[in-house]
């Protein structure tokens, strides 16, 4: 299938991570032309290394997302380098802490907030704007199973995903009528470095991935973890004009735990 993708220029936020890598590698199999971010270049180079992808249809940038201005930036930089933007991917994210809510503090919430919550919000603030003076384009932000559910240990980051939801539903339809449609995917938990993060901080530094994998994923109906690239190729078809249709909405892809009810 055509997605109607190549060329179209693609801004994806937190690169170089797990799901980052993933998104950027898909984007770039349907021939788009990206640009990239991370917060350090030296992430960027090692990524790109191995990226196939033609020079012209590839930009990075340095950015801090909980730094508006360097946001504004980024945006700004990536329509001088193209001329335009189709598509922002809001990934960057940060899982925080792990521990009871009345161990908590400010400081806790507000690191994961400051880049789940408020970097998210900044991104689609000023693609938003540009998209809907031209008519056209997509916001994908990767959300959560988190978005749905709660999880002990874990208040900033589930909260997060719950904000960042509310936020883009209201987005999608205060831009229902631009042709620009906004929507999020919320995997459950992923097989990457964040997921391993997680797991020690959960389940201590010694736990063995496997123990935990089985411990994570005991209540997902098939057993297993989403893959990063799973994540990238649903993010791919909900960026494409095709499903321009589709805005507001929150797009599960968690193993079946959805049809549980949970």
Known sequence: MDLKLKDKVVLITGSTGGIGTALTKAFAEEGCKL???????????????????????????????????????????TVEHYGHLDVLVNNAGFEGSIMPLTMQTKENFMNVYDINVFGSIYCMKYAAKLLAEQGSGSIVVIASGASFQGAPGMSPYISSKHAIAG????????????????????????????????????????????????????????????????????????????????????????????????
């Open 35 to 77: 640009s990239i971010t991370s917060t350090k270049q030296e992430k960027l180079d090692k990524l790109t290394a191995g990226l196939d992808v033609q020079k012209d249809h590839l930009f990075t940038q340095v950015v801090d997302v909980r730094d508006e201005e360097a946001v504004k930036a980024m945006i700004d930089k």
């Open 167 to 262: 936020v883009s539903k209201t987005l999608a339809l205060e831009l229902a009528t631009t042709g620009v449609n906004v929507n999020c995917i919320c995997p459950g938990p992923v097989d990457t470095e964040m997921m391993r993060d997680i797991e020690q901080k959960a389940l201590g530094d010694s736990v063995k991935t496997e123990d935990a994998i089985k411990q994570f994923a005991a209540g997902t109906p098939n057993g297993r973890y989403a893959k990063a690239e799973e994540v990238a190729a649903l993010s791919v078809f909900m960026a494409s004009p095709l499903v321009s249709h589709i805005t507001g909405d929150l797009i599960n892809i968690d193993g079946g735990v959805a049809a549980t009810g949970r």
